[in-house]
């Protein structure tokens, strides 16, 4: 391998961030591995993503560096990797820092073996000692010392660190579904919330996503009024805090404080993606304006500011910093907001808890946390003018940089979140555009039968990770719900099939295909992350798939998948909101089935958007046209049903049976608000 930075030939925005490096970067990869075998050097591994801050730190102090990148291209074989492009190796090494004892984040930096062992590592390190931290420069050097005068102790470093990541990935944690979990879980988190500042923890804070709607759901589903009130609760503060970006729509990382004020001010498509989800969620329960309109500003800001414009599809994320300082296009010092508003600033201040000393650092995050009642009223026709000044105004900033990436399971997460509020509030433009991202998607993505994790410009990453399969079957799941078009189950079930074939370890899915060797352990996601887990998103959609077709091979693949990692929920369902989720789903799920002459008829839609509006969390849509219907598994408990009277019928089906016919949109509506169908 040359002597020479390799990162310029990378597709990844992040990996070409560090380009210009004097460090010998390259990318993860045989000839990388090979080259530290050879040379018998100790691996220096760094890991973060674009629109991290603490990343663009280090690199700063240290990779631009030439008296640092001297010390690292000396005694180290020097690997960069962009986590989001590569979540299968960061989750590798994520987990050995944990085994160590250490708090994770990024960057992630990882010392490895010539053979890609860890053997130490942490996250963020100053160029220099400081606040306890030892320096990079100084550290670099007496781990090369060790590797090079005490390699025993790193072998034993490795072994344990290698026994322990292997005995994770391979742990056999098969076991009958205890049903009561989802319940007790439910109780366990909802305890545990923040009664006056909302959310569970103290700072920083994250959304959570997927854990609030698993609680929610459950505490629709056992109506427990204290576990709705609580989640409901929190999702008014995430909504209010400077988490959203209440002048341009969207929601950042996480909150460095406790009350939701103070973002970290990057902007992930899979947070929105997940948030608009949840929130579509909630808002059938409360009809909260709060939620609607962050939805919609939501989605406006996906369009405008996310989405690629030669592919369709959604790029990845927005940069924390501009012009080298955080938050920086998004805060107001109180003097610009004078001269960007005039008398209306008065107004605006009292709504979104501006200060002339600021609320943060001099500057000001407009948040409602410390709204009055009386100046709530967002509509007050102040209140958008200002909104839309502001906007205008800072439309004119140097703008943060945005990762161009394409990612299949985020753009497949973004797929579902757009249905489901196109679905809730009757938006056939959202509609028009998950199916394009979808199609977008696929043509960028897909080669044969696989789906490609990443592209970026005109290169795309030849590497499948089981999360693009079960996210984007998710995504084509929800577009037949919204759609009725069979040809998106099909799509389903074959990207399901793909899975099987690519990722099946036999004890669960694996993130990266079970054929690569250039990874030192094959994990099987179950347990929840920022993003919901592989086994968890697989066990939903062969829980919805089961339902929508009836048949019991379908059913059987959800059954199995579901023993496969049960054993872990007795001690660990803390971490398992997803798969608890899709758990539920197989046993108390309720396909509404709704068979129409044609999929424009407007009692049809009526019934659909009654179907889509009920404030319960065990819904599946399955609109069949009259012609097809016979083309279903003759088990399913729709098969042979028919339009009464030639209109539109909605059947109402467990697994096994369905109630009577419904053709009244009202009687549907009434009979969806019972508590008990099908509950055992």
Same mark, same amino acid.
């Given at each position: 391998?040359?002597?020479?930075?390799? #990162?310029?030939?990378?597709?990844?925005?992040?990996?070409?961030?560090?380009?210009?490096?004097?460090?010998?970067?390259?990318?993860?990869?045989?000839?990388?591995?090979?080259?530290?075998?050879?040379?018998?050097?100790?691996?220096?591994?760094?890991?973060?993503?674009?629109?991290?801050?603490?990343? &663009?730190?280090?690199?700063?102090?240290?990779?631009?560096?030439?008296?640092?990148?001297?010390?690292?291209?000396?005694?180290?074989?020097?690997?960069?990797?962009?986590?989001?492009?590569?979540?299968?190796?960061?989750?590798?090494?994520?987990?050995?820092?944990?085994?160590?004892?250490?708090?994770?984040? @990024?960057?992630? $930096?990882?010392?490895?073996?010539?053979?890609?062992?860890?053997?130490?590592?942490?996250?963020?390190?100053?160029?220099?000692?400081?606040?306890?931290?030892?320096?990079?420069?100084?550290?670099?050097?007496?781990?090369?010392?060790?590797?090079?005068?005490?390699?025993?102790?790193?072998?034993?470093?490795?072994?344990?660190?290698?026994?322990?990541?292997?005995?994770?990935?391979?742990?056999?944690? $098969?076991?009958?579904?205890?049903?009561? $979990?989802?319940?007790?879980?439910?109780?366990? #988190?909802?305890?545990?919330?923040?009664?006056?500042?909302?959310?569970?923890?103290?700072?920083?804070?994250?959304?959570?996503?997927?854990?609030?709607?698993?609680?929610?759901?459950?505490?629709?589903?056992? &109506?427990?009024?204290?576990?709705?009130?609580?989640?409901?609760?929190?999702?008014?503060?995430?909504?209010?805090?400077?988490?959203?970006?209440?002048?341009?729509?969207?929601?950042?990382?996480?909150?460095?404080?406790?009350?939701?004020?103070?973002?970290?001010?990057?902007?992930?498509?899979?947070?929105?993606?997940?948030?608009?989800?949840?929130?579509?969620?909630?808002?059938?329960?409360?009809?909260?304006?709060?939620?609607?309109?962050?939805?919609?500003?939501?989605?406006? @800001?996906?369009?405008?500011?996310?989405?690629?414009?030669?592919?369709?599809? =959604?790029?990845?994320?927005?940069?924390?910093?501009?012009?080298?300082?955080?938050?920086?296009?998004?805060?107001?010092?109180?003097?610009?907001?004078?001269? $960007?508003?005039?008398?209306?600033?008065?107004?605006?201040?009292?709504?979104?808890?501006?200060?002339?000393?600021?609320?943060?650092?001099?500057?000001?995050?407009?948040?409602?946390?410390?709204?009055?009642?009386?100046?709530?009223?967002?509509?007050?026709?102040?209140?958008?003018?200002?909104?839309?000044?502001?906007?205008?105004?800072?439309?004119?900033?140097?703008?943060?940089?945005?990762?161009?990436?394409?990612?299949?399971?985020?753009?497949?997460?973004?797929?579902?979140?757009?249905?489901?509020?196109?679905?809730?509030?009757?938006?056939?433009?959202?509609?028009?555009?998950?199916?394009?991202?979808?199609?977008?998607?696929?043509?960028?993505?897909?080669?044969?039968?696989?789906?490609?994790?990443?592209?970026?410009?005109?290169?795309? #990453?030849?590497?499948?990770?089981?999360?693009?399969?079960?996210?984007?079957?998710?995504?084509?799941?929800?577009?037949?719900?919204?759609?009725?078009? @069979?040809?998106?189950?099909?799509?389903?079930?074959?990207?399901?099939?793909?899975? =099987?074939?690519? &990722?099946?370890?036999?004890?669960?899915?694996?993130?990266?295909?079970?054929?690569?060797?250039?990874?030192?352990?094959?994990?099987?996601?179950? =347990?929840?992350?920022?993003?919901?887990?592989?086994?968890?998103?697989?066990?939903?959609?062969?829980?919805?798939?089961?339902?929508?077709?009836?048949?019991?091979?379908?059913?059987?693949?959800?059954?199995? &998948?579901?023993?496969?990692?049960?054993?872990?929920?007795?001690?660990?369902?803390?971490?398992?909101?997803?798969?608890?989720?899709?758990?539920?789903?197989?046993?108390?799920?309720?396909?509404?089935?709704?068979?129409?002459?044609?999929?424009?008829?407007?009692?049809?839609?009526? #019934?659909?958007?009654?179907?889509?509006?009920?404030?319960?969390?065990?819904?599946?849509?399955?609109?069949?046209?009259?012609?097809?219907?016979?083309?279903?598994?003759?088990?399913?408990?729709?098969?042979?049903?028919?339009?009464?009277?030639?209109?539109?019928?909605?059947?109402?089906?467990?697994?096994?049976?369905?109630?009577?016919?419904?053709?009244?949109?009202?009687?549907?509506?009434?009979?969806?608000?019972?508590?008990?169908?099908?509950?055992?």
């Amino acid at each position: 391998m040359p002597n020479e930075n390799l #990162l310029r030939l990378e597709a990844s925005p992040y990996l070409r961030q560090h380009a210009e490096n004097p460090v010998h970067w390259a990318p993860w990869g045989k000839s990388a591995l090979a080259e530290a075998k050879a040379r018998n050097l100790p691996i220096l591994l760094s890991i973060g993503y674009a629109a991290c801050h603490w990343c &663009h730190v280090m690199a700063h102090e240290s990779f631009e560096d030439q008296d640092v990148a001297d010390i690292m291209n000396a005694h180290f074989v020097c690997i960069k990797v962009d986590r989001e492009e590569r979540p299968d190796i960061d989750d590798i090494y994520m987990t050995a820092l944990s085994l160590m004892g250490e708090q994770g984040g @990024w960057p992630l $930096t990882m010392f490895l073996d010539s053979n890609a062992q860890p053997f130490w590592g942490g996250t963020y390190f100053p160029k220099e000692s400081a606040h306890g931290r030892p320096g990079f420069k100084q550290l670099m050097l007496e781990i090369s010392r060790a590797y090079q005068e005490d390699l025993p102790q790193i072998a034993t470093n490795s072994k344990a660190l290698v026994d322990g990541l292997r005995a994770r990935a391979t742990a056999d944690s $098969t076991a009958d579904y205890p049903s009561d $979990t989802p319940s007790r879980a439910m109780r366990a #988190l909802a305890g545990h919330i923040d009664r006056d500042l909302g959310g569970i923890g103290g700072a920083p804070k994250f959304p959570q996503p997927t854990l609030y709607r698993f609680l929610l759901e459950q505490a629709l589903y056992t &109506h427990d009024a204290n576990a709705e009130e609580l989640t409901l609760y929190s999702l008014q503060k995430i909504c209010e805090g400077g988490i959203y970006d209440h002048i341009g729509g969207g929601f950042a990382r996480y909150t460095v404080d406790a009350e939701w004020l103070i973002p970290h001010f990057e902007k992930m498509l899979y947070d929105n993606a997940l948030i608009i989800s949840l929130l579509s969620t909630a808002y059938k329960r409360n009809q909260n304006p709060l939620f609607k309109n962050h939805i919609n500003e939501t989605i406006d @800001w996906l369009c405008r500011e996310m989405r690629d414009e030669t592919s369709g599809a =959604f790029t990845s994320s927005l940069d924390a910093d501009s012009e080298g300082e955080e938050g920086k296009f998004y805060v107001w010092h109180w003097d610009e907001l004078g001269e $960007t508003l005039g008398s209306a600033r008065t107004t605006f201040a009292q709504t979104y808890g501006c200060q002339e000393d600021g609320n943060f650092e001099g500057h000001n995050i407009p948040s409602l946390l410390y709204a009055t009642p009386d100046s709530l009223d967002r509509e007050d026709p102040t209140i958008i003018a200002a909104k839309q000044a502001l906007f205008k105004k800072r439309q004119g900033r140097v703008r943060p940089g945005r990762d161009d990436k394409i990612l299949a399971d985020w753009n497949g997460m973004t797929i579902t979140a757009l249905c489901d509020a196109a679905n809730l509030f009757s938006r056939r433009d959202w509609l028009e555009l998950a199916q394009a991202v979808f199609q977008a998607t696929c043509d960028r993505l897909m080669v044969g039968d696989q789906i490609m994790h990443s592209a970026c410009g005109d290169v795309r #990453l030849n590497i499948g990770l089981g999360e693009d399969y079960v996210h984007m079957a998710e995504a084509a799941i929800a577009l037949f719900s919204a759609t009725g078009d @069979w040809t998106y189950v099909t799509k389903a079930k074959a990207l399901m099939a793909a899975l =099987f074939k690519y &990722h099946d370890s036999g004890r669960g899915f694996s993130s990266a295909q079970t054929d690569q060797e250039d990874i030192l352990v094959h994990n099987r996601p179950v =347990f929840d992350g920022a993003v919901p887990s592989l086994n968890g998103t697989a066990l939903c959609v062969l829980s919805s798939i089961a339902h929508i077709t009836g048949d019991p091979e379908d059913h059987q693949a959800a059954v199995a &998948h579901r023993r496969l990692f049960s054993g872990h929920l007795s001690r660990s369902f803390v971490q398992m909101p997803q798969f608890m989720r899709g758990a539920h789903r197989l046993d108390h799920a309720i396909c509404v089935a709704i068979i129409t002459p044609s999929m424009e008829n407007t009692v049809y839609r009526s #019934l659909h958007q009654a179907a889509a509006q009920a404030a319960r969390p065990d819904i599946i849509i399955a609109p069949y046209l009259e012609e097809t219907i016979s083309s279903l598994s003759s088990t399913h408990p729709a098969f042979g049903k028919t339009c009464v009277g030639g209109q539109p019928t909605a059947y109402i089906c467990g697994y096994n049976n369905c109630l009577a016919p419904v053709t009244s949109i009202e009687s549907l509506k009434e009979i969806l608000a019972r508590p008990n169908l099908f509950q055992t």
